[in-house]
């Protein structure tokens, strides 16, 4: 009897060797396909939803970039109290006629300077759970819409912005004309979205101060037109 059990008891454990190894074998093969399916899978929702992906993400943070940037301005304005007149000055004639304007363009440099600073400063905090994208918002269905997970979008860096100043001029009634210093403001940023980074563009324009002229407007305002502050 125990020479029965010496023979078999090592048959046995060559079974279970080759058992164990044929089942590590099944593993990485299993582990090789799941790693495949993946980076189909990957390689499928970069190229279809990336996209959308993107489009959304920029859509979202145009948005509330160009939101924050008018409330920030306006918050600006009204805390330094800017006035029309503290930018525009008239020249008028004897009869009281306006016969040319001048702008102040030291004030407008400093204005614009702070604009630029203030608006930078308040991208860098904004919360990324504001500019992520719910995952329903990727399928077909309306009631899914703002539902699910979120997408991890973040603004990475703010690239630069610019600023310049426009004169605006519109009729406001019978000689009467409606002048407008606009601020037109853009600001490049690099957007974190799944799949890598997007650049992307925020244009918006802002109405710094305005007044109605009454009176004819003389041809000199058009000085003013290209200049920027």
Same mark, same amino acid.
């Given at each position: 009897?125990?020479?029965?059990?010496?023979? &078999?008891?090592?048959?046995?454990?060559?079974?279970?060797?080759?058992?164990?190894?044929?089942?590590?074998?099944?593993?990485?093969?299993?582990?090789?396909?799941?790693?495949?399916?993946?980076?189909?899978?990957?390689? &499928?929702?970069?190229?279809?939803?990336?996209?959308?992906?993107?489009?959304?993400?920029?859509?979202?943070?145009?948005?509330?970039?160009?939101?924050?940037?008018?409330?920030?301005?306006?918050?600006?304005?009204?805390?330094?109290?800017?006035?029309?007149?503290?930018?525009?000055?008239?020249?008028?004639?004897?009869?009281?006629?306006?016969?040319? &304007?001048?702008?102040?363009?030291?004030?407008?440099?400093?204005?614009?300077?702070?604009?630029?600073?203030?608006?930078?400063?308040?991208?860098?905090?904004?919360?990324?759970?504001?500019?992520?994208?719910?995952?329903?918002?990727?399928?077909? &269905?309306?009631?899914?819409?703002?539902?699910?997970?979120?997408?991890?979008?973040?603004?990475?860096?703010?690239?630069?912005?610019?600023?310049?100043?426009?004169?605006?001029?519109?009729?406001?009634?019978?000689?009467?004309?409606?002048?407008?210093?606009?601020?037109?403001?853009?600001?490049?940023?690099?957007?974190?979205?799944?799949?890598?980074?997007?650049?992307?563009?925020?244009?918006?324009?802002?109405?710094?101060?305005?007044?109605?002229?009454?009176?004819?407007?003389?041809?000199?305002?058009?000085?003013?037109?290209?200049?920027?502050?």
């Amino acid at each position: 009897m125990e020479r029965w059990r010496r023979y &078999f008891w090592p048959r046995r454990r060559l079974r279970q060797r080759i058992r164990r190894r044929g089942s590590g074998i099944q593993l990485l093969l299993s582990a090789a396909l799941g790693l495949g399916l993946a980076l189909v899978l990957i390689g &499928f929702l970069d190229s279809k939803a990336r996209p959308v992906i993107a489009a959304m993400a920029e859509s979202r943070v145009k948005n509330i970039v160009t939101g924050m940037i008018e409330m920030e301005i306006g918050k600006t304005l009204a805390r330094e109290a800017v006035a029309y007149d503290d930018i525009i000055t008239f020249r008028t004639d004897s009869s009281g006629r306006i016969t040319a &304007f001048t702008s102040d363009s030291a004030e407008m440099n400093r204005l614009r300077t702070e604009l630029l600073s203030t608006v930078v400063a308040q991208i860098d905090t904004l919360d990324t759970g504001m500019l992520g994208i719910p995952l329903g918002n990727l399928l077909p &269905f309306s009631a899914l819409a703002e539902k699910g997970p979120l997408l991890p979008v973040r603004i990475r860096s703010v690239g630069g912005a610019e600023a310049t100043f426009e004169h605006v001029f519109t009729a406001a009634g019978i000689n009467q004309t409606h002048h407008q210093i606009m601020l037109d403001l853009t600001v490049s940023l690099t957007l974190l979205i799944p799949g890598g980074p997007l650049d992307t563009q925020v244009s918006t324009q802002v109405c710094v101060a305005e007044t109605v002229l009454v009176g004819e407007v003389p041809d000199t305002y058009l000085a003013l037109s290209g200049q920027s502050g």
